[in-house]
C-alpha cells in the first residue's frame, strides 16, 4: 500500500495496490515474473512504470487502469475511446423500440371488452426491460466486470462478521 491515504504517490511494483477489477484483493508484484496479481480474483496485470498504467492482457483488446496517485482511474480498453455515440446509440436501442411499442399501443387500443387488453402494456415493458438487460450485459462483457468474484467478496465478508 502507499504510505498515506492521503498523500499522493506514484505507481511502482514493489508496493501492494488495490485490484481495480475486483476492488476486493491487492494486487502484488510476483516474484520472477514482470507482472503483477491479485490475491483475490487472481488476475494478472503487466505493470507500466513511465506511463503509471497496468493493463490486462488476458483480454483483447487489452483493459488498462492508470494510477492517479491515489487510486486508478476507470478502465479504458487499449485503443478504443467510448464515447457519447456509443451511450446515445445505447439509449436509442433501449428506448426507440420502448417508444414504438408504447406508442402503438397508445394509439391503437384494444376494446375494453376484449380479452388480454393488458399485454400490450406488459409487451411494452419486457421491450425496455430486455433492452437495458442486453446493453448492461455487453458493458459487462466489454469491462470483463467480475460478477462472481464481487459475489464471492459479499459471501465472505458475510460469514466473517
Ligand atoms: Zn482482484
Redesign the pocket.
Known amino acids: 500500500m502507499p504510505n498515506s491515504k492521503f498523500l499522493k504517490s506514484s505507481f511502482n511494483d514493489r508496493d501492494e495496490y488495490p ?1 481495480p ?2 476492488r ?2 491487492k494486487i502484488r508484484h510476483m516474484t520472477l515474473m514482470e507482472a503483477m496479481s ?1 490475491d ?2 487472481h ?1 494478472i496485470f503487466t505493470a507500466d512504470i513511465e506511463q503509471q498504467e497496468i493493463k490486462m492482457p488476458s483480454r483483447q483488446p487489452p483493459l488498462i487502469w492508470r494510477w492517479n496517485g491515489f487510486h486508478w482511474a476507470e478502465a479504458q480498453l487499449e485503443g478504443v475511446k467510448l464515447g457519447w455515440g456509443y451511450i446515445m446509440a445505447a439509449l436509442a436501442f433501449i428506448f426507440l423500440p420502448t417508444a414504438l411499442m408504447g406508442g402503438i399501443a397508445y394509439h391503437f387500443p384494444l376494446k375494453a371488452d376484449a380479452p388480454l387488453t393488458w399485454i400490450p402494456y406488459i409487451w411494452t415493458g419486457l421491450t425496455c426491460f430486455s433492452h437495458f438487460v442486453i446493453i448492461f450485459w455487453l458493458v459487462l462483457e466489454i469491462y470483463q466486470i467480475p460478477v462472481m ?1 464481487y459475489w464471492r467478496a459479499i459471501q465472505q465478508r458475510l460469514i466473517s462478521n
Do not use: I, S, T
Request: some cysteine; hydrophobic content about 40%; charged content about 0%.
Open positions: 485490484c477489477l475486483c476486493v484483493g491479485c483475490f480474483c488476475q468474484a
